[in-house]
């Protein structure tokens, strides 16, 4: 289960650290690309993924389309 004390970002939030269109976050939910949870009807993507992402530590890749 997920660390209730852990930080989640929405879709837009996300979107505007990565510097990404929220389709396109939302697209790479979807194709497993960005882990997240689904709150109600909504996404959220754990800060500590972002955090490393920006560290450098996880890489983005878009899927081949």
Same mark, same amino acid.
């Given at each position: ?15 505007? %650290? ?8 939302? #697209? ?8 997240? %949870? #689904?709150?109600?009807?909504?996404? #959220? ?12 530590? %996880? ?7």
């Amino acid at each position: 289960p997920p660390d209730p004390s852990q930080r989640f970002l929405t879709v837009r939030e996300c979107a505007d %650290v990565l510097r990404l269109d929220p389709r396109t976050v939302r #697209r790479a939910i979807g194709d497993g690309t960005i882990p997240a %949870v #689904r709150v109600g009807q909504k996404w #959220r993507i754990p800060k500590t993924w972002i955090d490393q992402r920006s560290a450098g530590v %996880v890489e983005y890749r878009p899927a081949d389309r």
